[in-house]
């Protein structure tokens, strides 16, 4: 998982070694957590009495309390407070007890900078999960907007709905396939004075463009052979409400010209009538191409380009919206099982961890599918790395992968201990228990 977005979290640093206590500080401080340090249990008892904290990193092993005691001390007491355990002794005894106790991570020393990192990452969305779940908050969105979201770019998005829905103008989404851009019109209609009117969505790439025409502004009695009555258009099934034109970018030029008439003087032509007729529809457009782009090549008229989009809204790819993928996946999963009247299944912290570092081309859509996929598949009532398809399961950590080799095992430990020390092989060997020469042997090709 790389080391993304400063953090900004709270975080109490306690081990009774003043060298270890600076380094967490230094490394934590440089990804924008707020650290305060403790050298004993009893000292971080009394500063998580006094404020807030997001994390607390503490040692294992130290004086008269030691950090299982603090890890369950928060851990019952206070409900929002992550805690990762940092030890110079670790092994698995030590790792499942500081979790039993509720730790949330566990990091042996030494350490390198984005291990440590990375580590606080993990026990700060395993917080954020934890305490969010699908809370009032996510619920009361998927009511008013019929969608999901806690992040702050979909947060974003839902405030331009309602600004947006108080007026007229015409909006143009944009983003990549499947991020729901279609949910955003709909949420747009919904909130606006035209909801009691039609939402009308057209895609724009999915109709013959010979039939567009037809089709969009409707056609009169003898129109055409087989026209035998008066056909209203898609602007007309929508007139008080919305239109809503998917992938705009594929209408071809003389729908652009037409379509642009529209937007300027209100009244649409049958298709073989001779008198125009009055529309009042709102216009919400959407694309996934780079409409400028297609205007610089020529193939997009700037004029319909400026008519459409009074108001821009970037829908944000599901890589970018953090915590959000989960929520969306526990939606959708529970949905999903739902329909089929048996519980929803369990996303193991693996499962989640492979998800979380997938880059979902196909945005929600493909979270969607898969989701749906797992459900019907599921045998039992957890999902974990084995489930996922073949192209995210090396994404997982790798001790969730395969079993390694012993050798594997140790030149990745040497590795890390050189990385903790710049490539310094004396200190290295110091610190492995080693002399250089076998250090000097163990590091050779193999």
Not at 341 to 346: A, G, I, M, N, S
Request: glycine share 6%; charged share 25%; hydrophobic share 40%.
């Amino acid at each position: 998982m790389p080391v993304d977005t400063p953090l900004k979290a709270t975080t109490l640093v306690v081990d009774d070694s003043e060298d270890s206590r600076e380094l967490a500080r230094r490394h934590l401080s440089a990804h924008g957590h707020t650290v305060r340090i403790a050298a004993s249990v009893e000292e971080a008892v009394e500063l998580l009495a006094l404020g807030r904290f997001d994390l607390v990193v503490t040692d294992m092993r130290m004086p008269n309390a030691s950090g299982l005691e603090l890890v369950r001390y928060v851990h019952e007491n206070f409900a929002a407070t992550a805690v990762m355990v940092i030890t110079g002794f670790p092994d698995v005894d030590n790792a499942v007890s500081a979790v039993k106790f509720g730790a949330d991570e566990y990091l042996g020393k030494p350490y390198t900078e984005l291990e440590l990192i990375q580590a606080a990452q993990r026990a700060l969305r395993g917080l954020t999960r934890r305490v969010l779940g699908l809370d009032d908050a996510v619920q009361a969105n998927v009511a008013k907007h019929g969608m999901i979201g806690i992040s702050r770019p979909i947060r974003q998005v839902f405030a331009q709905i309602s600004r947006v829905a108080a007026s007229n103008a015409g909006v143009l989404l944009t983003g990549e396939s499947g991020v729901g851009k279609e949910l955003v019109a709909r949420a747009i209609h919904v909130e606006s004075s035209r909801r009691q009117a039609p939402l009308v969505p057209v895609n724009c790439g999915a109709i013959p463009q010979e039939l567009f025409e037809s089709e969009l502004f409707g056609h009169a009695r003898g129109a055409f052979t087989g026209a035998n009555t008066d056909h209203p258009g898609f602007f007309q099934a929508s007139d008080g409400g919305t239109l809503f034109l998917d992938e705009v970018s594929e209408l071809g030029p003389k729908l652009q010209v037409k379509l642009l008439r529209v937007l300027q003087d209100r009244q649409v032509y049958m298709l073989g009538a001779t008198r125009p007729r009055k529309v009042d529809v709102r216009i919400i457009a959407a694309t996934s191409r780079d409409l400028a782009a297609m205007i610089s090549e020529g193939t997009f008229r700037e004029d319909l380009f400026y008519r459409l989009s009074v108001v821009t809204i970037d829908v944000p790819p599901l890589r970018e919206r953090g915590d959000d993928l989960i929520l969306l996946a526990r939606h959708f999963l529970a949905r999903f099982a739902d329909e089929q009247d048996r519980p929803p299944p369990e996303l193991s912290e693996p499962a989640i961890c492979a998800m979380e570092a997938h880059s979902w081309p196909g945005n929600v859509r493909e979270l969607e599918n898969l989701m749906h996929h797992l459900v019907v598949m599921a045998d039992r009532g957890r999902i974990d790395v084995v489930d996922l398809p073949p192209h995210m399961r090396h994404l997982a950590p790798a001790s969730e992968r395969t079993p390694r080799a012993l050798e594997q095992v140790e030149r990745e430990h040497i590795q890390k201990v050189l990385d903790s020390v710049s490539g310094n092989r004396t200190q290295a060997a110091r610190v492995l228990g080693i002399d250089r020469k076998t250090l000097r042997e163990k590091l050779k090709p193999r």
